[in-house]
């Protein structure tokens, strides 16, 4: 079932990423042909597939939905393994979620949100398909190296969708979720299960991501950090507003609290802020993905991987300098759904092709960076929604254009010299316009309404 | 007798944590919890007036504590003016006992139902003319393999207008069987049956000072035994060869029991202001649980409350005891797990609900 990569290289060699790079060569790898199902209309299909390192045991764990998915919806497998890559999964395998219901019960597909992990013990954030647009209900759960472990369901609040995450220490679990899609909720576990406080953040909606900060979280949301007592959940200081209303990834050294987000029109921005103070930089680069994770290695160099909203572009791993000023981008496989760093490597997960092959990968974190960073070109299309025709400014010249409709294909190729689409033809829905230019590649998404 | 620190997480009880549960409430902050004996799975009702119509959500667990609620649970509202005082589940149907609210000419009344939302035997027929001044009310709920049994206070059979205890005996589809009523006299001490159990074929009806004892065949009156000096309305439960029962009464906590074996009846208690919402259960170990909540408020929703437990011993010597959480609406033991449900604390409007395994 487990297979070690023996290609040398890493890195697939792309045009628009090869800039500068060095190639990255994996400590060791494993792949698994089968995974990534993923609860359908709950989150994306990689939602199973997420890797930890154990900083305590120095141990990987990696979840990956299991293969039996017809039978049985709830379950991903666990997989271990130590720094060298050895594997130490027990056999067999041990399987995350929640019992087979009975033929009377809801046959709701359940999904791996979040992982973490700690001394052996094994944390993880689920979420349960609730039936078609109702929503997921959320649980944190645990799994002790005999295979015991507890539970927190947090249940379903409304009709949105959740999306839990786990930060854990030597006090417990925090587990961070959405009460009901629009307000954020944190609950604290000791590490036998016990709820120690249970609180909700009215206003701003839930939170994308929160760190552990000492005897703070941190946690962001519409642009904004928050930072809450970790004995007590109370809100420490609210709304220090750093960045435009965007959904952040976090991650920090313990010192300062990193950032990396998507401006959802083909640009990626990474900073770098102490609390209380503005950021101490920020960068940006032309890339075409949503961020699925953020780490920052013991150089305190930011490691992010994220996986193209275009379905034809590959995943990218983004290694930048401490000071973000310097970075160098890799990929691998048709997508980057998770990162984790410890002992001196960075273990990367996602799916290799379209069989839904899953890989696992460790490299080396002691590299170096050497590319400068690049000013995001960007254009500007008008009127959204269009139903005629669209204009395009910005005033960059593209060295190629084409339209591609939301599953990625390639419905118009209009002639560079145009500055007007005619999309009176499209049918209507969402469309990207991907063109080249001498930065870089971009990719704008419009509507058109009929 | 012994005293308990205040906190939200003083001194959990003795228990091997399995799985717990927070659910966001709205409304009156009461749940219940009741596991089916038969198949294992868990029913938490939780007031949600989010999720359902200002009525008790059912929320089902597999007893692994796995979630298996689907989009839109069960809630226990028979008409729109009900409220759960009890639910047992058997062999996958949900028992209930609800107590409908009086509005305009309607006085109070009680549904024994074999559904969240299904309609079984009902104290009063809606049918009838009914003198709205007299009321029925619901106070507790027994399912057995072969019969359901509620228990309340009536004064709609009687005349003139005292009221009396009452005690109904269905069959699993909640169709009567027997329907008696018990009045312990001029000084009518109790108007109600607080609660039942089941002594081999005897049915026993609280009412305290008296255990009232029917004929479970037929709902004849066997005798009424004076188990204690203390008067009030007690929760109860059959273990062996004992009846044990908890009651709040006049600023205290009181624990006993009666054991039809020996005739040796036993009472505790302890001071404890502002207590109420008193439960009982007995676990593997024989050990007697009793929870309460206390609140130093004028309401039970005050910010002060706060929910106990206690562990005795079979002869109801005191073994420890602490706080949790802000309150404890509830508590179950069946196949071997302990059960806790109440209001988490006094700012989030979160329900809990904790399960384990009770420790030697």
Redesign the interface.
Known sequence: MIKHITSALVTISLPFLVQGQTPLVPSWSHTWPFGQQGPMFVAPSDADNHVAFDLINDQVYLTIDDQLEQQSP?WDFLFSFDANGTDITPLPAPLLG??T?TV???QNMEGTHDLVARDGVVYHARE?N??FQ??T?G?LCTRNPDGSG?????????FAYGNGKVLVDDQGAVSVRS??GFTAMM?ATSP?????????YPTFGPFDDAVLMGNTIVAARAGTFVTIDRATGQQLVSNVVYLPNLPATLATDGARVFFAYSDFSSNVFWGCVVLGSTPIWVRSAALDITITELEVDAFGRPWFVGNSTLVETPPVLVVTGTDGSAYDLFTYGSSMNDLAIGAGQAYITGRLDDTNTTYLLAVSTDISTAVEPVVAPSVSLYPQPASASLNIGGGIRLSSMRVLDATGQTVQVPLLTTSTLDVSKLTEGIYFLAANTANGRIAKRFVVVR | MFGCALGVFAQPPPIDLEWSALRWYDGTPRSHIARDPVNGKYTWAVYNNFQSASDEVAFPFLADGTDIAPSYPDRFNVGSLDGLVDLSPRDGVIYNLMSHLALGTLPYWWHLNNAPEGIGYQTVNPGVVIDPTRSDYGYDLLVTEEAAYGCGMSETMVVPQLGVARLVKTDLQCSSLWDVTWDDGPALPHKGFSGIAMIGDTVVAMALPWMVLFDDADGALIDTIEVTQVEGDARCIAHGNRVYWTMNHDQELFAGYHDFGTGEDHTWSSPIPGTYGAHIVVDQYDHVWVTTTTTNGTTWTEADDQGHWYRFSEDLDPIDAGTLHFSVDDVCFVNGKISFTGNFDPVTSMAYLITGTPQP
Do not use: F, H, V
């Not at chain 1, 036998?192 to 909700?200: F, S, V």
């Open positions: 709830r929640s019992a219901p009377n019960d809801p349960l609730t039936g109702s929503g209900s649980s507890w539970k927190l369901g947090l249940g379903k609040g409304g009460l009901d609950q036998e299960g016990w709820i120690q406080w249970t609180k909700t």
